[in-house]
């Protein structure tokens, strides 16, 4: 199983990125696909998460009403569109994979049963 994550950069405050994560190797639909984040110093933690559908998407409360997460299961790959970035949004963002769906273990990293390589968001004031 690989999970490619892209789309990371350096951005201003309030603005925009889109980070993509491409999956192969696996069943994608079959899949919860989250995305966590790790900011230098600290734990990896919950941002967003979505069903293997896309009928039900999970926030952490950070960053609910500024992020989106959806996916395309014809092409892979999830996708986490952030905006009115803040620089407390820095950190390395990693997608992962879970193969069992469970709303109340969504948020905890160690559901997940792969993850990818992560991709650096900096975020200037």
């Known amino acids: 199983v690989q999970l490619q994550a892209s789309g990371g950069g350096l951005v201003q405050a309030g603005g925009s990125l889109r980070l993509s994560c491409a999956a192969s190797?696996?069943?994608?639909?079959?899949?919860?696909m989250g995305w966590f984040r790790q900011a230098p110093g600290k734990e990896r933690v919950f941002v967003a998460a979505i069903s293997p559908k896309g009928l039900g998407t999970y926030y952490a409360d950070s960053v609910k009403g500024r992020f989106t997460i959806s996916r395309d299961n014809a092409k892979n790959t999830v996708y986490l569109q952030m905006n009115s970035l803040k620089p407390e949004d820095t950190a390395v963002y990693y997608c992962?994979?879970?193969?069992?769906?469970?709303?109340?273990?969504?948020?905890?990293?160690?559901?997940?049963?792969?993850w990818g390589q992560g991709t650096l968001v900096t975020v200037s004031s």
């Open positions: 992962a994979a879970d193969s069992r769906y469970d709303s109340s273990r969504i948020r905890d990293p160690g559901e997940y049963d792969y």
């Open positions: 190797k696996l069943t994608f639909s079959n899949y919860v």
